[in-house]
């Protein structure tokens, strides 16, 4: 079981930017870089979607909604992801949940989230 936590939530103005980081502690004998790490987000009274996804060899996915804004990376000698947002949107407020897991869809580890609110 991966470990997670989450650091970079916060209030911005419509327009701003923020850079969310997650960082993983792995068991001995495991590694970072074999995981797919995710982002999710759930706003109140919505369902709970993937917004980014990111593998080691680079491949990316992102939710159309945020596809030019965001953007997903990692660090793997550090064993942390990051999703720096830009352009941010009142319609981006909610929990964000890093992930890992061998898929994106099915993630076998969850941070415990970190609120963003977009307002003005």
């Known amino acids: 079981q991966v470990q997670l936590v989450e650091s970079g939530g916060g209030l911005v103005q419509p327009g701003g930017s923020l850079k969310l980081s997650c960082v993983a502690s792995v068991a001995s004998g495991s590694s970072f870089s074999r995981y797919v790490v995710g982002w999710y987000r759930q706003a109140p009274g919505k369902q709970r979607e993937l917004v980014a996804a990111?593998?080691?060899?680079?491949?990316?996915t992102y939710a159309d909604s945020v596809k030019g804004r965001f953007t997903i990376s990692r660090d793997n000698a550090k064993n942390t992801g990051y999703l720096q947002m830009n352009s941010l949107k009142p319609e981006d407020t909610a929990v964000y949940y890093c992930t890992v897991g061998l898929s994106a869809v099915r993630p076998n580890s969850w941070g415990q989230g970190t609120q963003v609110t977009v307002s003005a």
């Open positions: 990111g593998t080691s060899g680079g491949s990316t």
